[in-house]
């Protein structure tokens, strides 16, 4: 592709969204937010496009959905039609979406209906649910370019595993959305379909890799949404959004049909998980996922069905206050606090938790993620002659090129980490471990950089679930910590980026890990502490 | 290491190994077999040695000794005593110990025993049954060289998981088996112990990698043998010597503390598994190590427990007769086309298969052995200037050196291999696949080379059972197929390398292949098959 081209290559994507838009759902201009208006959360109801029943349709998790529509309260038609609406007004107001798929979704969700009518039953445990996709998951006939101009030309053969699995279970797809370049920022902004904006407040960013899917589900532009995670993917965007993620154990979901340059490297995997609007929610993901037994074609996953565990108060929760590399902003400091008193009174094991080698850990991962230099990533990127946005040259500039014993000494040290770790919490008597998701609850387009409160349970292997605590930020109660002595210079920027102002009303989101392999008992869990914080 | 030293290491081992020798229960020269006695089994009955019960306590297999010690009808000290003398024997005719460990599995024993008087219940799953380990599985302040002379200055730190797991089960350690240079031949001679031999005829090879467990096992030197499996390591040496063998799925079982020169490369992975005398010991094994939850230490692993499955015979069984690389020998042709027609007669379902890609396969595994182009193999044997054995030379002057980006090319291609053969099997209906596990039934020494018909399943990671079809070579029934035409000059050397007398006796092994992660499945299967064929 001559450099030259990279903009008519990016005009293709557009001009598909574009097309793919309905017009009637269109918000005129005259109901657009004014420009100082930052949380369009409101604009839904506000803007009067949408009926009562739609409003409600679309405030309703993907649980409660399934409940009216196996009642016959609501059709799955009716159900898409309002996420559409939504959706598409979403799209104006935060630029999320690379692709509707109308059509396909209304008719999809007219079979189901049809389905419904002649047995009186649902399909499958998602049925009718609509859910949004991010892009880098393929959809047959469609263009997979994760974030790549280079990849524009790369047109799907067949749906990824993880669409098969879930449209076997009822799902309705409505439409993909948007990543940042190269898909490895923890922001959301390319050269394709250009950034996307969080709900909460437009001016900071949604979070990323899944920006999109932040901004989707934060608005509610979907009942489900699919995202993945190598370093944070999932939990940042749904932490910045105001929304639940889990980064499942990696090898539980399927990941056939995904996306990513440098696929074929195994050393860090990424892995796809849900980004919802409720704790239940996300079982009702899982467990549609692994019923369809995905592991009878991606050989590589591990046949463990979503188990059903019995919610008990009975374990210890460590308490990761700071990691000590980058040291939390005041308003997730208040919530860890908040959190921690209310575990306390509740009755729940609670325990210091020292960080356990973390430069370690994020060292290997960010070592692991390009050893080859990111010259896969590079030469992607040179194919098209695209320009680089900032995060794009501090992502690749750093790696590290190394040998094929190098990365193999690397794997030991991974492995290493991953025993001792879970040698000290079970000698400690630690089940699980709540902790910040990031240093602050968002960051400004751009500039979200640090990604070790996630990255380094990617390291580790521990799935980790994000979720609201009801708190946001309130100038008054998180003003800037004064005396604070940075510990480097990453910390001290860090410490630098936060001013209230600009977060205000921000949603203050927490994380909880568990071993690995025990998602299931780690979103239990989650729902257990979410219960207690939020009463 | 200067490289004229490479003699004075060796001689370290070999003087722990003769110092470890309990001279008492070695044979004297008069009651050794004379040099034409090929096949050696008889020797601990002939030479008076082990007395009525030893005898018949080598004979059971170890859930049998289990029963045994459980009802206090032995005791552990005299099952211990019983395979150490035995193992005694055994490597005076064979020469497959690398270490005995007497004092250490005789206290041991003695201690299994207090337990037993004063609770009158035995310890764990594995109480008292010696377990003969091969050299590479560390054991503390002992050397673990697998098979390379400049690792002679390995001195382990801990037990290996495996060996703590099965300590923990009550199992008694007492011989350490041999390997080959460098632990990647099918045969089982180095520059350290030298050629083991098999039990079964004396100038033939045991198999290989794990020779000496093949050996141990097929001698009844101990009552279950750990071994080894990247291609095909543990079942070629099952498969000579007339035992069972498990390759499991790998990340099943645990892999901490086993030395092997490419540690760290994941792209196919070794794994540890059972040489035993029956596939109920096989089971008896898997649940051990299962049992003991090896997963919360060495967190790569799955968590899966061994399944207790019910044996049905509703299942197909794809018959593969031949790969169409390695032309079977006429024995093994001979124990496939009995073995199928009695799996008719008894009403199972068998469907010809054929070969799928199995060409393909093989050139995955071979680039993904050594995709450094082997250098850490050939690094680690230039560190002592240890003289190369000839399939030393033939493993890695082949090997291709190859970049980063291209290794993940491969593991691309071999999910893909992976996701194409367990979809054909589902397509087709066939549950498990019957195969030879080698061209022959054996090789002579420094001959065994053809690994396909074990190692493709290591490229589709699918858990192999090898099981002796109570079948051996006889000249008049096994006579050289005339007139047969030789695919390729590979074909041609296995085809010349048989001739009736080279393999009079030798046991008649065949493989059965279940899918990724239904161990417990194939060895249900492979139980009811053998019984049907033994009937």
Redesign the interface.
């Known amino acids: 592709m001559a450099a030259q081209n990279w903009e008519a290559e990016a005009q293709i994507c557009r001009d598909i969204l574009d097309k793919s838009i309905q017009k009637q759902w269109v918000l005129p201009e005259d109901l657009l937010p004014s420009p100082e208006q930052t949380n369009v959360l409101d604009v839904p109801r506000k803007s009067g496009m949408l009926t009562e029943t739609e409003l409600q349709i679309t405030e309703t998790d993907a649980t409660g959905l399934l409940e009216a529509m196996a009642k016959g309260t609501w059709t799955a038609e009716e159900v898409t039609i309002a996420f559409l609406k939504r959706a598409t007004i979403g799209h104006q107001l935060l630029n999320y979406a690379t692709e509707f798929m109308a059509e396909e979704a209304l008719a999809q969700a007219r079979a189901l209906d049809a389905h419904f009518r002649s047995t009186g039953k649902i399909i499958g445990p998602l049925h009718g649910v609509p859910i949004s996709t991010k892009e880098m998951v393929s959809f047959k006939d469609r263009i997979t370019h994760t974030g790549y101009i280079s990849r524009i030309s790369n047109v799907a053969k067949e749906d990824a595993l993880m669409v098969r699995t879930l449209r076997n279970a009822g799902a309705v797809f409505h439409v993909r959305t948007n990543l940042p370049q190269t898909c490895m920022h923890l922001d959301c902004d390319n050269n394709i379909t250009g950034r996307t904006r969080n709900p909460h407040n437009v001016r900071l960013s949604p979070g990323g890799s899944s920006g999109g899917e932040g901004a989707s589900i934060g608005f509610r532009c979907a009942a489900l949404g699919i995202a993945s995670d190598i370093g944070g993917s999932i939990r940042l965007p749904a932490a910045f959004c105001g929304s639940y993620g889990l980064r499942p154990t990696t090898l539980r979901t399927p990941w ?1 049909g995904v996306g990513l340059a ?6 860090i995997r990424c892995t796809l998980g849900p980004i919802t609007n409720s704790l239940r929610d996300v079982d009702l993901f899982m467990k549609a996922v692994l019923g369809g037994k995905p ?6 996953l ?3 069905p979503w188990k059903e565990v019995s919610p008990t108060k009975d374990f210890t929760v460590g308490i990761l206050w700071d990691d000590l590399m980058g040291h939390p902003h005041p308003p997730i400091q208040r919530a860890m606090k908040t959190a921690v008193e209310k575990l306390k009174e509740a009755g729940i094991k609670t325990k210091d938790w020292a960080p356990y080698k973390h430069e370690h850990g994020m060292r290997i991962i960010s070592d692991l993620f390009y ?2 230099g990111a ?2 990533q590079i030469s992607a990127l040179k194919a098209s002659g695209e320009p680089w946005l900032p995060l794009t040259k501090e992502a690749f500039l750093k790696a590290r090129k ?4 190098e ?6 040290e991974r ?1 290493a980490y ?2 001792e770790h ?2 000290l919490m ?1 000698e400690q008597g630690v089940d699980f471990i709540l902790c910040p998701a990031y240093t602050g609850v968002a960051a400004e387009p751009h500039e979200a950089r640090y990604f070790a409160y996630t990255a380094i349970w990617n390291t ?2 521990m799935p980790g679930v994000v979720f609201p605590t009801g708190l946001k930020v309130d100038p008054k109660l998180d003003a800037v910590e004064t005396g604070y002595q940075p510990r480097s210079p990453q910390d001290e920027a860090e410490y630098r980026s936060y001013a209230p102002e600009k977060f205000v009303e921000a949603p203050i989101a927490l994380q909880l890990v568990g ?3 025990e998602d299931e008992e780690t979103v239990a869990a989650a729902k257990i502490i979410e219960e207690i914080i939020l009463a």
Chains 1, 2 share one sequence.
């Open positions: 056939g440098g696929e074929g490297q195994e050393a592991w009878e074609e991606e050989t590589s591990v046949p463990i050893p080859d010259e896969t190394m040998t094929i014993p990365t193999w000494e690397l794997n030991l492995e991953r025993t879970r040698l079970k580790l292997d071993n690995r392999f």
